[in-house]
Structure formats: C-alpha cells, structure tokens
C-alpha cells in the first residue's frame, strides 16, 4: 500500500500564515491570554496528493484539522479549498464547503450518534445537503460497498454498538464519503481501534484515496508508519510547521533537530533498550500561552545557539531540494 502516485493535478488546498488562537477569559468576561494552537502555518496540497501531519500530542494537530474543516474560526491567514476562501464564506456557501471536506475522527464510536442506525447515520448528511430522496439509498449502499461492508442490508439496521470498532470506523469513513468530497482528513484514524484492524482500515483510506483521487491528510503522532500512506510528511512543533518534506526523504535524512529526535526514538535495532523508558525527545512540549520565544524547539534542542535561536525566528530553510526546515544550522 505504497503511495505510488503522489499527485494528479492542481492545487487543491493552499493553506497560508494560519493562525487559531483559542481566547482564555477568567471569570468568563477577563482576558487571561490566549493558547497559540495553530500559529502561522502555510502549506499546499496538490489534487490527489497523500499526506501526513505529524507531531507529539498537543501540537497542534487537530485544531489545524478542524479549523481546514470549518469547525473552528481561523484568528488569521487564509484556507482556500478549490479556489474558494473559507474565510468569506457563510450560510449556504460554508455548508457547500463542508461538504466538500470529509472527517474521519479518532475514536469511532464517539463519532456515531448511538441512536441513529447505520441508514439513517448515511442519509443523514444526504438530507441535510438537499440530496433528493430517491438517490439517496443507491448512494448509501454505494457508499457501504467501497468500505467494503456488504450485502449492505445487513447493516443498514444495525446501530453502532452491535458493531465492531473496525466495522464502526468503516462507516465512519462511509460517512466521509457519501458527499463525494475532493479533500479527506482522518485525525488519527486507527489510534483507538486493535492492532489487528488497523492495517485493514489504513489499506481501505489508501485504496480509496487512489480510486477518487482525494486529497487526504492524516493526522497522526505516530512516525514509523507515515511511509505506508503518505507521499509528503509535515512535522508539526507547538502550532508550526518545522519541516517538510517527501516521506523517503524525510525519514532518511532529517533535516531538523526536533524531527531527529522523534525519528531516533523509534529506530531501536537493541531489545535491551525496550526496557529502557525515553522521552520523545527529551523535555516537555512547551505551553502554547506562553510558548519560546522565536524557535519554539530551542529550549530542547541538543544544537541551541544562544543569542540566535531564542532571539530570531528561523524562516524556511531548503537544505535539500524539495526539503524544507525551519532551524538556524541550515543559515
Ligand atoms: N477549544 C479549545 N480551547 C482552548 N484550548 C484548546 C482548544 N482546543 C485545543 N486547545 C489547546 O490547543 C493545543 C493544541 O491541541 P490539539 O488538540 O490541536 O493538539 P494535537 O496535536 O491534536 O494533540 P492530540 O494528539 O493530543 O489531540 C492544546 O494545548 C490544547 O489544550
């Protein structure tokens, strides 16, 4: 399940200078700063394109996601997705949009409203999009087919807990998909389903992804698996993008400290060290209230200029060609 062929077309999202800040207020009405969880991201995915974001936990990650899903208002920057800017849009324009972006979320059974069934979880989205009544049962059951879970009839009934977390992430996706969108993000798609399911849903995004040609992003904090499905990788440090690059490359050669860290924690040949506990990189995640000032890694990094590092921020180096880092050892 290689991703063989990385693009098919034109931009599909440019994403640039993104911020989303969440406001802290004490006593609900009293400024106490705010969290920096998206703080100037800029980025472009190419029609057809598999990529991943990745990151330790609370960098950023799903608030990126769900501010590109419309879910939450962007402080500043632009998303444009089919040479449309989200940031204009409204009412019936924004619902238009939404349908065009699917969401596969982390934890399946929390995504599957437990009182609906399987049909009326598939058509509900069909409604709502003004899908006419009499499409609406040919495309669930398309729907139900490409996640593979048929005869469809012995499903439509059925209601998420008679089914299994494999299954439930399958109609998740079904869901994703029934609006036929150009752009997929699935944040952290198989984290909470069993080892044994896992690859079967990470081979069903991909064989879809190639079928429709969909943009897809994963979330995901997990490096050692980023080859299997994504052709570009983006890591991810407190709410910035510090490097980008095609997967092979990246995980080959590493340009920028805090990506060596993470990928020097999982190579490991030594069962002796898997005993040993490492943090992932050494140090703590900053808060993002009050984040380092200018390279937000300085404080952990094992390469820390002072005078530079935590004076300057580092702008987008391209060590490498298509290789791009944001660290001051590439001036
Ligand atoms: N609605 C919110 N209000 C205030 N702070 C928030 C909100 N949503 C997220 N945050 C904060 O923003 C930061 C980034 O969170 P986010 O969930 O985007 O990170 P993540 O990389 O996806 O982490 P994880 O993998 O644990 O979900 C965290 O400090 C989080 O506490």
């Not at 849903?201 to 879809?208: D, G, K, P, Q, T």
């Not at 040609?213 to 979330?219: D, G, K, N, R, V």
């Not at 490498?320 to 050892?329: D, E, F, K, Q, V």
Request: proline share 9%.
């Amino acid at each position: 399940m290689r991703p063989d062929t990385p693009t098919t077309g034109g931009v599909r999202l440019a994403v640039q200078e993104l911020r989303t800040h969440f406001e802290l207020r004490r006593w609900g009405f009293l400024r106490a700063g705010s969290v920096q969880a998206v703080d100037g991201v800029s980025f472009e995915l190419a029609a057809g394109e598999a990529v991943a974001f990745v990151g330790e936990s609370g960098c950023g990650k799903s608030t990126l996601a769900r501010t590109l899903l419309g879910l939450h208002r962007p402080s500043a920057g632009q998303v444009v997705c089919d040479g449309e800017a989200l940031g204009s849009l409204s009412g019936a324009a924004l619902k238009r949009y939404r349908a065009r972006v699917g969401y596969v979320q982390q934890d399946p059974y929390g995504a599957l409203p437990p009182f609906m069934d399987v049909r009326r979880i598939l058509e509900e989205p069909l409604k709502v999009h003004g899908v006419p009544r009499a499409e609406r049962a040919e495309r669930i059951a398309a729907a139900l087919a490409e996640v593979r879970l048929a005869p469809a009839a012995d499903y439509l009934g059925k209601f998420p807990h008679m089914l299994s977390g494999g299954q439930q992430q399958r109609v998740v996706i079904a869901r994703a998909l029934v609006l036929a969108p150009s752009l997929l993000i699935a944040d952290e798609p198989v984290s909470m389903l069993d080892a044994s399911v896992r690859v079967e849903i990470l081979e069903l995004l991909h064989r879809i992804q190639r079928e429709r040609e969909l943009t897809l992003a994963f979330i995901t904090h997990d490096l050692s698996t980023v080859r299997h499905y994504a052709s570009r990788v983006f890591v991810m440090y407190a709410g910035r993008i510090v490097e980008e690059a095609p997967v092979d490359e990246l995980i080959d050669r590493p340009q920028h400290p805090y990506t060596q860290a993470l990928l020097a924690a999982l190579a490991d040949p030594d069962p002796e060290n898997a005993r040993r506990e490492r943090p992932i990189p050494a140090g703590e995640p900053p808060s993002l209230i009050a984040p380092p000032v200018a390279c937000r890694f300085h404080p952990r990094c094992p390469h820390h200029m002072p005078g530079l590092c935590d004076v300057d921020t580092p702008p987008d180096f391209e060590p490498r060609p298509g290789h791009h880092s944001a660290c001051w050892l590439h001036r």
